[in-house]
C-alpha cells in the first residue's frame, strides 16, 4: 500500500502565486496586488501608461474600463476623478481590483462578467480598454459593437492596440470617424467618438 502526501520538498522553492509592487502614475503613487496568471503582474505595462497619458481629463464622467486586470488604468482614472466601473471576465483579476480599489481609496464598481454583461442598461461617457495583444475579430467585433449600446450620445472609446487593423475597421463601422493620439514603442492609442450618423 502507498500513501502519497503533499507537502515541501526540501531545497525546493515554493510557488509564488501573490504578487506586489509599488509605483507611480502621473505623479500619483500607488500600490497593486497581483496574482499568478493575471497580465502584467509585476509592473504597470507600457501600454497603459501610454493610454493613461493620452486620455483627457474625465472628473465627473462615468467611465467603464473593459478588461480591466488587477485594476491599474481604472483606478487611476478614478483617482483623476471618473466614476469608474470595471468589468474583466477573469475573477482573480477582479479579486486584485477590488482589493486595489480599497487600499488606493478609489471608489469604484467592480463586476466579474464578459465584457458588457454585467453593466448592461447602463450608459458611459467614457469606454476604455487595453485589450489582449493577441486579441483580433474575436474581442474587436463584440467589443466595438456592444460599445455604442453602451456610450451616452457623443461618448468616447479610448483604448491601446499592438495591431489596429480589426479595431480600425470596427470603430468605423460602429462609432465613427477613427484618430491615432500616440503610436509609439510598437503601441497605438486609438480614440473615436459616437456618431448619431452611423446605424448599428
Known amino acids: ?49 501610454l493610454l493613461l497619458d493620452a486620455i483627457p481629463p474625465c472628473q465627473g464622467k462615468a467611465l467603464l474600463d473593459v478588461g480591466c486586470g488587477y485594476g491599474a488604468l481604472g483606478i487611476a482614472l478614478a483617482r483623476r476623478g471618473a466614476i469608474v466601473t470595471m468589468t474583466d471576465v477573469d475573477v482573480r483579476s477582479t479579486r486584485c481590483a477590488e482589493e486595489n480599489a480599497k487600499a488606493s481609496g478609489a471608489s469604484t464598481s467592480i463586476v466579474t462578467a464578459d465584457l458588457y454583461d454585467g453593466v448592461e442598461g447602463h450608459r458611459f461617457d467614457v469606454i476604455v480598454s487595453n485589450p489582449p495583444f493577441h486579441s483580433g475579430l474575436s474581442f474587436a467585433r463584440p467589443f466595438v459593437e456592444g460599445a455604442r449600446r453602451h456610450l451616452n450620445p457623443g461618448g468616447r472609446i479610448w483604448m491601446v492596440v499592438m495591431r489596429t487593423e480589426p479595431y480600425t475597421l470596427q470603430l468605423e463601422r460602429y462609432i465613427g470617424e477613427v484618430r491615432t493620439a500616440v503610436d509609439e514603442g510598437g503601441y497605438r492609442v486609438l480614440n473615436a467618438t459616437l456618431s448619431d450618423s452611423l446605424g448599428a
Not at 2 to 11: E, T
Not at 26 to 34: A, I, K, R
Not at 36 to 41: D, E, L, P, Y
Open 1 to 49: 500500500m502507498y500513501c502519497a502526501r503533499k507537502g515541501r520538498r526540501s531545497g525546493v522553492a515554493e510557488i509564488q502565486t501573490s504578487y506586489r509592487f509599488e509605483c507611480s502614475i502621473q505623479g500619483d503613487s500607488f500600490s497593486f496586488v497581483t496574482r499568478a496568471g493575471v497580465f502584467s503582474r509585476d509592473h504597470v505595462d507600457p501600454g497603459t501608461r
